[in-house]
């Protein structure tokens, strides 16, 4: 038999869904680092449904929050966010993508959290 793969659903202003099972927000990153993270959910998660909820503009405060709040990691460049976005989730589920954290070793340290 043919094994399953998961689904992605990818979602953004205004529209909102509530995830099953893994969600993730990722906010402001570049369109590499966006790339870097559809590679490494395929090779972490390719049996799950992923819903993600990508922000890379202004305005949309009340989607942004609601998104952050269904989210199971949220994924961002700290450094192209204002700080209120920063204040809005909560730092146990949240990852700075830098030049000092890249996206495979956020992904990485969710392998091990997953284990």
Do not use: C
């Amino acid at each position: 038999m043919f094994d399953k793969l998961g689904t992605l659903t990818l979602v953004t202003a205004p529209s909102m869904i509530v995830p099953d099972e893994i969600s993730f927000s990722l906010i402001n990153l570049e369109e590499k680092e966006k790339n870097q993270f559809t590679e490494s959910i395929n090779e972490i998660f390719p049996k799950d449904n992923i819903v993600v909820f990508i922000y890379n503009e202004t305005g949309n405060d009340a989607w942004l929050q609601k998104a952050i709040s269904r989210s199971n990691y949220v994924l961002m460049d700290k450094h192209r966010s204002p700080s209120w976005i920063s204040d809005l989730s909560p730092e146990s589920k949240t990852y700075d993508i830098s030049e000092q954290q890249s996206i495979q070793e956020v992904f990485e340290t969710i392998r091990r959290s997953n284990n």
